[in-house]
């Protein structure tokens, strides 16, 4: 599976991003996929999960009714729409894949995006 995220940038405080992450090489409806995020200096954690179906969202806790994850799987891309940015959210966001259950751990996915960065500023 290849993946492909894009739509980062650089917002003011407050301000909205929707990053994409395009798939290929599997059928993306099997797949559960994930945001994930590093700032300098910092561990990569966990934002957003969804399943295949997109029944099912998972955030952090940090970003709850903030974000919003999404998928079309007719275009075999999911999105992460990032409202109310703030400085803390500045980071470089990676798309990532598994199969079977959604998941919310580092660990549970096999395959990852280049990342994109989100640049927050005051």
């Known amino acids: 599976v290849q993946l492909q995220a894009s739509g980062g940038g650089l917002v003011q405080t407050g301000g909205s991003l929707r990053l994409s992450c395009a798939a290929s090489?599997?059928?993306?409806?099997?797949?559960?996929m994930g945001w994930f995020r590093q700032a300098p200096g910092k561990e990569r954690e966990f934002v957003a999960a969804?399943?295949?179906?997109?029944?099912?969202?998972y955030y952090a806790d940090s970003v709850k009714a903030r974000f919003t994850i999404s998928r079309d799987n007719a275009k075999n891309t999911v999105y992460l729409q990032m409202d109310s940015l703030k400085l803390g959210d500045t980071a470089v966001y990676y798309c990532?894949?598994?199969?079977w259950g959604v998941g919310v751990e580092l660990h549970e996915y096999d395959y990852w995006g280049q990342g994109t960065l989100v640049t927050v500023s005051s």
């Open positions: 990532a894949a598994k199969s």
């Open positions: 969804i399943s295949w179906s997109g029944g099912d969202t």
């Open positions: 090489g599997r059928t993306f409806s099997s797949l559960a």
